[in-house]
């Protein structure tokens, strides 16, 4: 019962780098998430997708790239990494809407 | 602006004591309200949730308490565990739209 991966789970990358983070689901589920997680600002949404094909921005989406070309997986994409996007990332995926599930997070420094 | 809002934003409680963490909402059209457990190193995982067509529900230690004229919500944790370590997030939807998130609240319980 693999649930929700994410890949890798620990990143160092330079400024101006390319970044893809990984997020892999098992259950077919129709959405899902990315968010971030910073110290002081808790869970922000960067994007997400309420099925194959289709994304839609959340709180912060600025200098990500998302797509979904299946519906068990959700790249998030980094064009030129920043400092200001050293965080925790989180993919999450939900059915309803209501219970979302969680992935172990990924943790990206950009140095 | 930020739709939910929880405090305190660190707790210490001593062990076999009543951990509480609040949360504000403004949205009156929010109709989902759960609460997130993340322990370090880990992704959050739904604790417990409500529906507004109820004051208060209980789940073992953790019971939700529900105020809807003052649109408020809170979490009380009974008995409290140094295994209930953790940050708890607090958040709130309507129907199928995304989570909003409070910003969190790390608790400690001392033994």
């Known amino acids: 019962d693999a649930g929700i991966t994410q890949s890798p789970r620990y990143k160092i990358t330079e400024t101006g780098r390319q970044v893809t983070l990984m997020c892999h689901q098992t259950?077919?589920?129709?959405?899902m998430f990315w968010y971030r997680q910073d110290l002081g600002h808790g869970l922000r949404l960067i994007y997400y997708?309420?099925?194959?094909?289709?994304?839609d921005k959340g709180e912060v989406p600025d200098g990500y790239v998302v797509s979904r070309s299946k519906t068990e997986n959700f790249p998030l994409t980094l064009e030129s990494a920043t400092r200001s996007q050293t965080s925790v990332y989180f993919c999450?995926?939900?059915?309803?809407?209501?219970?979302?599930?969680f992935g172990e997070g990924s943790w990206l420094t950009v140095v | 602006q930020q739709q939910v809002k929880q405090s305190p934003q660190s707790l210490i409680v001593q062990k076999g004591g009543i951990s509480i963490i609040n949360c504000a909402y403004e949205?009156?059209?929010?109709?989902?309200f759960p609460w997130y457990q993340q322990f370090p190193g880990k992704g959050p995982a739904l604790l417990i949730a409500?529906?507004?067509?109820?004051s208060e529900k209980k789940e073992g230690r953790f019971t939700i308490s529900f105020n809807k004229s003052a649109k408020q919500f809170s979490l009380h944790i009974m008995d409290s565990q140094p295994g209930d370590s953790a940050t708890y997030f607090c958040?709130?939807?309507?129907?199928?739209?995304?989570?909003?998130f409070g910003k969190g609240t790390m608790l400690l319980v001392s033994p």
């Open positions: 259950w077919s589920h129709s959405y």
């Open positions: 409500i529906r507004p067509d109820v």
């Open positions: 999450a995926s939900t059915n309803s809407g209501n219970t979302i599930y």
């Open positions: 958040a709130a939807n309507k129907g199928y739209s995304t989570l909003t």
């Open positions: 997708s309420a099925a194959a094909d289709i994304t």
């Open positions: 949205n009156t059209a929010f109709d989902y």
